[in-house]
């Protein structure tokens, strides 16, 4: 029932930071919990983060944790990421994507829909 659209991806020197907007269509936005995954070229799409339906819980993937931020504000609609501290192995198209729980497993295959992604590119 909701339909992400990411923004804000760009090129950015390691170290910096940028900060990731999802806006989502639909009117029960509350009720879905969103996550950030991302896909380089070549490789598989991985869990970034994932932030519960009233923002009240998050959960980050290892290589992010301490240097990303989840958020969210349901009143616009949308979900960010803050990326801080940005490596070039960060290189990559990120998907933001919505479910219908919280809790378990982050398995992309259990997020029904999904972004168009935006780049993003980290430069040594």
């Known amino acids: 029932q909701v339909q992400p659209v990411e923004s804000g991806g760009g090129l950015v020197q390691a170290g910096g930071s940028l900060r990731l907007s999802c806006a989502a269509s639909g009117r029960t936005f509350g009720d879905y919990a969103m996550g950030w995954f991302r896909q380089a070229p070549g490789k598989e799409r991985e869990f970034v983060a994932i932030?519960?339906?009233?923002?009240?819980?998050?959960n980050y993937a290892d290589f992010v944790k301490g240097r990303f931020a989840i958020s969210r504000d349901n009143a616009k609609n949308t979900v960010y990421l803050q990326m801080n501290s940005l490596k070039p192995e960060d290189t990559a198209v990120y998907y933001c994507?919505?479910?219908?729980?919280?809790?378990?497993?982050?398995?992309?295959?259990?997020?029904?829909?999904w972004g168009q992604g935006t780049q993003v590119t980290v430069s040594s």
């Open positions: 994507a919505a479910r219908t729980f919280y809790g378990g497993h982050y398995s992309a295959g259990t997020f029904g829909s």
């Open positions: 932030i519960s339906g009233n923002g009240g819980s998050t």
